[in-house]
């Protein structure tokens, strides 16, 4: 369960004011002591996500946040008022926390707006009842009678109600689709054609593998994983033709030009597109490369800082393939992490990379406000196949 990738755990969010002991609960619910806790409002600063296994709930993502500003017109108010909701586009499941503040809930009443606002489920948790009496019931009333957990954070008192209460409110939409088990069959035979250099850590199969042959196996279906150099020899022992072959983009065109036409060709992250984002839309965005001129600006969105410390090695050669197709250079701006531009509008296009680290929320937020900003939003994999003429090749489920 530790190897779940985190698009794929519940992310679920604490919100509240300052000091009302978001982070001592999240201690609760984690059973550790991972975020700091202190007597003074304003100890959590900025989002901290931590990828745990909740108790009667499963893989999840909690995230702590900073407290509600008082003073939302400071530059710094802004700023944090923006990073909880860049939050909110990843949340799942929110606790909102609440405690005696003499029914003036208007803080409260304008998050949880932004909440509800994003179909985002709320679960109110009623703090402090060690040293306090809160009455429930206005905020029942004034919060839509949203289900309510009294607790005392720090002497650990109702805190299994806490994880109950998120298992019964988590979306149930959350069960996840499959990622290939629709495009095969029970005895169907998928091939995984990696490169040698794999960019995963030593000892270690990306992840996206991984999830693929447990999608492969509950479809009983079968899969043999070969690098690119063993591919043609594994064809000529093999006395049928793969079903499906899932390959890297870069490697597309050589996997192609070797394989049976009769069998399906994907790649990996034309697979995570379908799977996270909205494919048709994935599919316009890439087209735009035909409308690049020399001297338009171009978004490379990365998801985890990571792929910074890996240099050009996972956005490849594309940017030079865009500024080939534009005809001369490109102003090409890199983005990574939860950064990304609330102004779209200076892009031609959006480029993003596999998202493997993003939920389909998350990644569902960002190309909603690409689409209202009349920006086309696309992958990497998904333009590295068109720029070589084989995107209907790999998709051709897709009408287009
Ligand atoms: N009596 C009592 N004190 C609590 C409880 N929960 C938290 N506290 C105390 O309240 C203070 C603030 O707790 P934090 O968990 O740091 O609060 P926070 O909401 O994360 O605060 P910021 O990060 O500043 O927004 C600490 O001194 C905690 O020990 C509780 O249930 N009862
Ligand atoms: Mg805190």
Not at 331 to 359: E, R
Request: hydrophobic letters at 40%; aromatic letters at 6%; proline letters at 6%.
């Amino acid at each position: 369960m530790s190897m779940t990738p985190s698009g794929n755990r519940l992310h679920v969010a604490l919100f509240g004011r300052k000091n009302i002991g978001k982070s001592t609960l999240l201690n609760a619910l984690a059973g550790v002591n991972a975020s700091a806790v202190a007597d003074s409002p304003g100890t959590t600063r900025e989002p901290l996500f931590y990828p745990m296994e909740l108790d009667s709930v499963g893989p999840v993502v909690l995230i702590d946040t900073a407290g509600f500003e008082d003073h939302e017109h400071s530059e710094l108010g802004e700023l944090r008022g923006q990073r909880l909701l860049e939050v909110m586009d990843q949340t799942d499941l929110a606790l909102l926390m609440f405690m005696d503040t003499n029914e003036d809930y208007s803080l409260e009443k304008r998050w949880y707006k932004e909440l509800t606002s994003r179909h985002i489920p709320v679960l109110g948790i009623i703090n402090r009842i060690d040293d306090r009496y809160v009455d429930a019931e206005p905020i029942r009333v004034q919060f839509d009678e949203i289900p309510l957990v009294k607790i005392s954070a720090s002497n650990r008192v109702n805190i299994n109600r806490v994880r109950q209460s998120i298992r019964r409110t988590a979306p149930l939409e959350f069960e996840r689709a499959t990622i290939v088990g629709d495009l095969i069959k029970p005895r169907d035979l998928v091939l995984l054609v990696t490169p040698e250099e794999l960019k995963a850590p030593r000892f270690r199969l990306p992840n996206i593998h991984g999830q693929i042959v447990r999608d492969i196996l509950d479809q009983g279906a079968s899969s043999l994983c070969v690098t690119e150099k063993e591919l043609v020899h594994t064809l000529g022992y093999l006395n049928r033709a793969p079903d499906l072959i899932i390959t890297d983009p870069e490697l597309l065109e050589a996997v192609c030009a070797a394989v049976p036409a009769s069998s399906m060709v994907t790649t990996f992250s034309l697979l995570l597109a379908r799977h996270k984002g909205n494919l048709e839309l994935l599919i316009k965005g890439a087209k735009a490369v035909d409308a690049l001129k020399p001297g338009d600006r171009v978004l490379i969105a990365e998801a985890c800082k990571a792929h910074e410390s890996q240099g050009e090695s996972v956005r490849g050669l594309l940017p030079e393939q865009l500024q080939r197709k534009a005809g001369g250079d490109l102003l090409i701006d890199v983005v990574s992490g939860l950064d990304f531009p609330v102004d779209l509008t200076p892009y031609k296009m959006i480029l993003h990379c596999n998202a493997c680290s993003f939920s389909r929320k998350q990644l569902m937020a960002r190309m909603a406000k690409s689409e209202a900003q009349h920006v086309p939003f696309t992958n990497y994999g998904l333009v590295s196949a068109y720029l070589k003429g084989l995107l209907e090749r790999t998709c051709p489920e897709v009408v287009y």
